[in-house]
């Protein structure tokens, strides 16, 4: 059974950083590229990044690039999200996803940033 | 940057037909996929490569695609499909990746 269960989220700081993880288990994961997908609160999906099985492609949505880097570690079964210069518009529930066309999410992390 | 289209919100009665369309310029070369999600739980597959339904959704969901526009079709729509349905597709590089903007769907 594929599972994918992320962890790190929390209240932060405008200008905070924070690092989201996601664990993933029940198939190779070492062999698909993964996503982050974001959701404010009472807002529609949005796609934030993906990176390829090795980690030499990754692709940011324009609101995030140079703030947000996404990063794998194979060998942990492990994806994340390192955010950095946090803004109050980056608010939502952050989901870790199977596959650039997604076939799994996981149950996501809520990122709340305010003063 | 790329955008998809879709309405805000699809209403029908119990047993009738829901259509939820979704347009984008690099619809005709690249695939659709939606998604469901109901209310506090995360999204689910329910088409995928446009008209693919993935195991263990129900028959009456399907899909299509004609030039710029898909069209996710529930036949017979329950009360149990109602939640916000997205559509998601790349745009023309491949590499950049974008969701519609969701339909409500009510069925009453």
């Known amino acids: 059974e594929v599972q994918l269960v992320e962890s790190g989220g929390g209240l932060v700081q405008p200008g905070g950083s924070l690092r989201l993880s996601c664990a993933a288990s029940?198939?190779?994961?070492?062999?698909?590229?993964m996503t982050w997908v974001r959701q404010a609160p009472g807002k529609g999906l949005q796609w934030v990044a993906n990176i390829k099985q090795d980690g030499g492609e990754k692709y940011y949505v324009d609101s995030v690039r140079g703030r947000f880097t996404i990063s794998r570690d194979n060998a942990a079964n492990s994806l994340y999200l390192q955010m950095k210069s946090l803004r109050a518009e980056d608010t939502a529930v952050y989901y870790c996803?199977?596959?650039?066309?997604?076939?799994?999410w996981g149950q996501g992390t809520l990122v709340t940033v305010s003063s | 940057s790329y955008e998809l289209t879709q309405p805000p919100s699809v209403s029908v009665s119990p047993g009738q037909t829901a259509r939820i369309t979704c347009s984008g310029d690099a619809l005709p070369k690249k695939y659709t996929y939606w998604y469901q999600q109901k209310s506090g739980q995360a999204p689910v597959l329910v088409i995928y490569e446009d008209n693919m339904r993935p195991s263990g959704i129900p028959a009456r969901f399907s899909g299509s695609r004609s030039g710029t526009m898909a069209t996710l079709t529930i036949s017979g729509a329950q009360v149990e499909d109602e939640g916000d349905y997205y559509c998601?597709?790349?745009?023309?590089?491949?590499?950049?990746?974008?969701f519609g903007g969701g339909t409500k769907l009510t069925v009453l």
């Open positions: 998601y597709s790349t745009d023309g590089s491949g590499n950049h990746w974008v």
């Open positions: 029940g198939f190779p994961f070492s062999a698909y590229w």
């Open positions: 996803a199977r596959y650039r066309a997604i076939d799994y």
